[in-house]
């Protein structure tokens, strides 16, 4: 069985009005989204610090806790291109 045609895809952003506009907003979301890390973080850290000292347990664990969530929110915006890059070019690897 022969095809017609076969279908092809690169996806460029710069192909569609506003796509540099898309770009910047993407990279503009990004940066508020590590701003709110390192936010969450220091926060975090200082809960941590405050609940160790009053030896409140609650206290600190909910800080300590709030400092792993940050590091991991930073780790994963930073990966988020790789990630998905990785998951689209195995899906062109789909034959």
């Keep these: 069985m022969t095809f017609l045609a076969d279908v ?9 009005p506003g796509g540099a506009v898309l770009q910047q907003l993407t990279n503009g979301i990004g940066g508020w989204a590590l701003i709110g890390a390192l936010v969450a973080l220091v926060i975090g850290a200082a809960t941590w ?8 347990y609650q206290q600190s664990f909910t800080g300590r ?8 929110a930073a780790l994963l915006i930073g990966a988020a291109p790789a990630i998905i890059n990785f998951f689209f070019h195995a899906g062109q690897g789909v034959h």
């Design 8 to 16: 092809t895809m690169t996806p460029t952003p710069a192909n569609l």
């Design 49 to 56: 610090a405050l609940g160790s000292h009053a030896q409140n």
């Design 65 to 72: 806790k709030t400092v792993l969530i940050a590091g991991l």
